[in-house]
């Protein structure tokens, strides 16, 4: 299964050009197809390189730790003394 750079960006909750600038970086893999031209390029994501760029993407902490975003999470458990 492939996916636009619109759909991962409905997906990952990201914009349409960070997407292209993430898949350009081959943060989603090697294996991105254009199916369009040169001129007018038509991307096709595979869904492996989106669970893949999800499972790089991961953060592990403690149970009890709230928060409400993933940038929250990660602020909090390097803040932690624990860690």
């Given at each position: 299964m492939h996916y636009t750079p619109a759909?991962?960006?409905?997906?990952l909750r990201l914009c349409t050009k960070?997407?292209?600038q993430k898949m350009k970086s081959k943060e989603f893999g090697?294996?991105?197809a254009n199916v369009g031209?040169?001129?007018r390029p038509d991307y096709r994501i595979p869904a492996e390189g989106i669970n893949a760029?999800?499972?790089?993407?991961?953060v592990f902490?403690?149970?009890g730790v709230a928060a409400r975003t993933t940038g929250e999470l990660r602020r909090?458990?390097?803040c932690?003394?624990?860690?």
């Open positions: 759909e991962v960006a409905l997906l960070t997407v292209i090697e294996r991105i031209s040169e001129e760029y999800l499972e790089r993407r991961k902490t403690e149970p909090k458990v390097a932690s003394p624990d860690v």
